[in-house]
């Protein structure tokens, strides 16, 4: 069974940096995108960044040049360095995996109802 466990949120000031990680236990695909999503109250869930077993990253345009996805050497570890925060990054940060069909190297777009498989998220506050 593949089990996702976030580490890393806390409170920030604007401008600052966090950096969370993502250990997916139990991972056996072949083809997959581990994801980034995050939720802010009252908001839906939204993508934010995610890597592809390929390697190949995607970013949401309110992250670019902020947000850096990266992934340790065991590939089963997925990093997500922020920089540069603002009080709209504030929210649950959740860590979520997709089977990606054979042969695909890339992501396109972010759907949440595509991954099946969620931690249990992480806060992170932005705030003076």
């Known amino acids: 069974q593949l089990q996702l466990v976030e580490s890393g949120g806390g409170l920030v000031q604007p401008g600052g940096s966090l950096r969370l990680s993502c250990t997916a236990s139990?991972?056996?695909?072949?083809?997959?995108?581990i994801g980034w999503f995050r939720q802010a109250p009252g908001k839906e869930r939204e993508g934010v960044s995610c890597?592809?077993?390929?390697?190949?990253?995607y970013y949401e345009g309110s992250v670019k040049g902020r947000f850096t996805i990266s992934r340790g050497d065991a590939k089963n570890t997925v990093y997500l360095q922020m920089n540069n925060l603002k009080p709209e990054d504030t929210g649950v940060y959740y860590c979520?995996?997709?089977?990606?069909?054979?042969?695909?190297?890339?992501?396109?777009?972010?759907?949440?109802?595509?991954?099946?498989?969620w931690g249990q998220g992480t806060q992170v506050t932005v705030s003076s």
């Open positions: 979520a995996v997709e089977e990606s069909p054979p042969g695909t190297t890339t992501v396109q777009a972010m759907w949440p109802n595509r991954y099946e498989f």
């Open positions: 139990g991972l056996t695909l072949d083809y997959y995108v």
């Open positions: 890597i592809h077993s390929s390697g190949s990253t």
